[in-house]
């Protein structure tokens, strides 16, 4: 079984400050690790992806995030915000399916809606 | 210029008519996948597919058929039998569903 949490449903930052999203995560099997950015009725856009390589992972827009197996955490950062960063990001889990079908199945969190004022 | 296209980006239907979703990738993926988005909620899976022919349900299938019967095509008919329709509608696909997905524009289906 798999789960992930998103433990803020909203951020509100300054633009030109950092930016702080956090996910916790559970596995029974080592895990993929994404973080996905999704504008207003829009898709969902791939920021970043851990793979088991190296902890800190960085991604697009200047997004990074470390992968802290000890704290189960998958935090996603970026040091100074901009006005377009407003938008939903989900932090997303992917384990083997197991007895229940083949391939991964993915899990999202709920999402963190993030606002970037002036 | 690869992607996955949805259409159409908007969907009224009345109730108890059948509705179908389209979902056409041109990345030459093997898995293609359909989720459903509720406002506060992450994303449901409704069904995917591995590989053409062949398709399984996700956690919320009840009230939804799909078929895949060309690589780049998967196809979502809402049916009447599902009892809230009213979300927006997402379609992904992958190289492998080991994989990262690409997700398209989505579509908001409402209905009236």
């Known amino acids: 079984a798999q789960s992930v949490t998103q433990l803020d449903s909203h951020v509100s930052v300054s633009e030109g400050t950092p930016v702080l999203l956090r996910c916790n995560y559970s596995s029974s099997y080592s895990p993929s690790l994404f973080w996905y950015v999704q504008h207003p009725n829009k898709g969902l856009q791939l920021l970043l992806k851990?793979?088991?390589?190296?902890?800190l992972v960085k991604g697009i827009n200047g997004f990074e995030a470390e992968f802290k197996k000890s704290e189960t955490s998958f935090h996603l950062t970026k040091p100074s915000a901009h006005m377009s960063d407003a938008a939903e990001y989900f932090c997303v889990v992917s384990a083997p399916r197991g007895s229940t079908g083949g391939g991964n199945k993915l899990t999202f969190g709920t999402g963190t809606q993030l606002k970037v004022e002036l | 210029d690869g992607g996955i296209t949805q259409s159409p980006k908007y969907l009224f239907r009345k109730e108890g008519q059948n509705v179908t979703l389209s979902c056409e990738q041109n990345?030459?993926?093997?898995?293609m996948y359909w989720y459903r988005q509720d406002p506060g909620q992450g994303l449901r899976l409704i069904y995917y597919?591995?590989?053409?022919?062949?398709?399984q349900k996700g956690d919320i299938a009840e009230g939804y058929s799909v078929s895949r019967e060309k690589k780049e095509s998967f196809p979502l008919t809402v049916t009447s039998a599902q009892k809230n329709p009213t979300a927006f509608y997402l379609c992904?696909?992958?190289?492998?569903?080991?994989?990262?997905?690409?997700f398209g524009p989505g579509t908001r289906l409402t209905v009236l």
């Open positions: 597919s591995q590989i053409v022919n062949d398709f």
């Open positions: 990345l030459n993926h093997d898995a």
């Open positions: 992904a696909s992958s190289i492998r569903t080991l994989n990262e997905q690409f």
């Open positions: 851990y793979t088991s390589a190296a902890t």
